[in-house]
């Protein structure tokens, strides 16, 4: 039997990422933190109150960084506005687990996520992604049921990761067949 390693792809590219930049010092380690953690876009000047920095040197970072696609930058807008990149970041998780895990503990992670999937909708019924207002006066209940939302999503995305992975491993490294 293989044995499973339930190392979480995500985590480690956005560690290796941040642990790569930590020799530009600590301001720049603390942008990374904030900018990793959101999703949104957010205007420099929130960044740099966020990481506890001045703005001129988030706005330099932050270009340096939308320079290298790790951060997108909103087109459009007066205020320069800025969030993390996950397409680069669902990209190198992918490298990670094609160079890390065999095709075996790819199989066996995505029958684990399932069975973790088959159990929350088990346990919860259909989750809805968002709570009718309604619903609100069973707030105990509305709680458990968005954390079992969103632990549902995260785990349909790392399903959708691990089989690229196992699609790109059959094809030599590539997403596409070659025999195209």
């Known amino acids: 039997m ?4 339930y190392t979480d792809p995500f985590e480690e590219v956005v560690n290796e990422s941040i642990n790569y930049w930590k020799s530009e010092g600590e301001t720049f380690e603390r942008i990374c933190k904030v900018i990793f953690s959101i999703s949104e876009y957010t205007i420099h000047t929130e960044i740099a109150e966020a990481a506890d920095c ?6 330099k970072h932050l270009d340096r960084l939308t320079e290298l696609r790790l951060v997108e930058k909103a087109s459009g807008t007066k ?17 990670y687990i094609i160079d890390e895990y065999s095709m075996e503990e790819i199989i066996e992670r995505v029958e684990a996520l ?4 088959d159990s929350l ?8 992604t968002i709570v009718p207002a309604a619903d609100v006066k ?3 209940s509305v709680g458990s049921r968005m954390e079992a939302a969103n632990e549902l999503e995260l785990i349909k995305r790392r399903i959708r990761l691990y089989e690229l ?5 059959e094809n030599d490294g590539h997403l596409v067949s070659s025999e195209l």
């Open 121 to 128: 909708v088990d346990k919860t019924g259909e989750i809805p």
């Open 2 to 5: 293989v044995r499973m390693r």
């Open 165 to 169: 992975a196992r699609q790109a491993i």
């Open 79 to 95: 205020v320069a506005r800025y969030r993390l990149n996950s397409s680069y970041i669902e990209w190198r998780a992918l490298r």
């Open 54 to 59: 001045s703005p001129n040197s988030v706005k």
């Open 138 to 140: 069973m707030h105990e």
């Open 114 to 117: 399932e069975a973790r999937q």
